[in-house]
C-alpha cells in the first residue's frame, strides 16, 4: 500500500511561485511514474507533470512554467510551480500506483 500527503500549497498573486511537496511511504517502486494532478471546481481531474527516472512530461498548460523533481532518498517529490496564473488555482494531487494523496489547495489572485 502506498501513502501520499501533499503540502505547500496556499494563496500567491499572479506571477509568484509555489513549491508543492509529496510524501510518499509504504510501497513506492520508483520504476512507475509520480504524477501531479490538479483539479479546479466544475472540472475534471487533469495531469498536470508525471516523472518516471529521469524522464518527465508536462501538461501544455504548464510548460516551461512548472517543474517535477523527486529525491528517491527522501521518498519525496515536488512541483515547482513559477509564473503562475489565475487558472493554475486549483487542488493539486499527488497520484503513484493507483493512489492518490489527500490534496493540497492552491490558490492564484491578487
Known amino acids: 500500500q502506498v501513502q501520499l500527503v501533499e503540502s505547500g500549497g496556499g494563496l500567491v498573486q499572479p506571477g509568484g511561485s509555489l513549491r508543492l511537496s509529496c510524501a510518499a511511504s509504504?510501497?513506492?517502486?520508483?520504476?512507475?511514474?509520480m504524477y501531479w494532478y490538479r483539479q479546479a471546481p466544475g472540472n475534471q481531474r487533469e495531469m498536470v507533470a508525471g516523472?518516471?527516472?529521469?524522464?518527465?512530461n508536462y501538461a501544455d498548460s504548464v510548460k516551461g512554467r512548472f517543474t517535477i523533481s523527486r529525491d528517491n532518498a527522501k521518498n519525496m517529490v515536488y512541483l515547482q510551480m513559477n509564473s503562475l496564473k489565475p487558472e493554475d488555482s486549483a487542488v493539486y494531487y499527488c497520484?503513484?500506483?493507483?493512489?492518490w494523496g489527500q490534496g493540497t489547495q492552491v490558490t492564484v489572485s491578487s
Open positions: 497520484y503513484h500506483r493507483g493512489t
Open positions: 509504504g510501497r513506492i517502486d520508483w520504476n512507475f511514474p
Open positions: 516523472i518516471r527516472t529521469v524522464d518527465t
